[in-house]
C-alpha cells in the first residue's frame, strides 16, 4: 500500500467520523431518578438538568449529587450503546487494520 493510498484512506477515515459525530448531535437520551432529570446528545455533552425543588435543601445536598452522578453515568452508557448501534448499521465505517 502506498503512502498516497494511506493519506487517502486516513481522509475517509476522518469524514466517516465526522459524518458519524453529525448523526449522533442528532440523538438524545434523558434520564430521570428521584426528581431529577438529565438530558444528553449524541456527543455526551449534557444538554439538561433539571432538579425538582423538593431536593434543593442542605440536608438533601449528598443524595442529590450522587443522583446526577448516577444519572451521568446512566445517560453515558445509553448514548455509547447508540454510537455502536450507528457505527455497526453504518456498514461503511471501516477502520484500517481492525475490519
Known sequence: MTLFSK????????????????????????????GVSL????????????????LLSPERKN????TIKELHDEAIKKIQRIMAEKMRTSGNFKIPGLN
Open 7 to 34: 493519506l487517502n484512506q486516513i481522509k475517509d477515515l476522518k469524514e466517516q467520523a465526522k459524518s458519524l459525530q453529525n448523526q449522533l448531535s442528532q440523538e438524545s437520551v434523558t434520564v430521570d431518578k428521584h
Open 39 to 54: 438530558t444528553m446528545d449524541g456527543n455526551q455533552k449534557m444538554t439538561g438538568l433539571d432538579i425538582g425543588a423538593e
Open 63 to 66: 443524595r442529590l449529587e450522587e
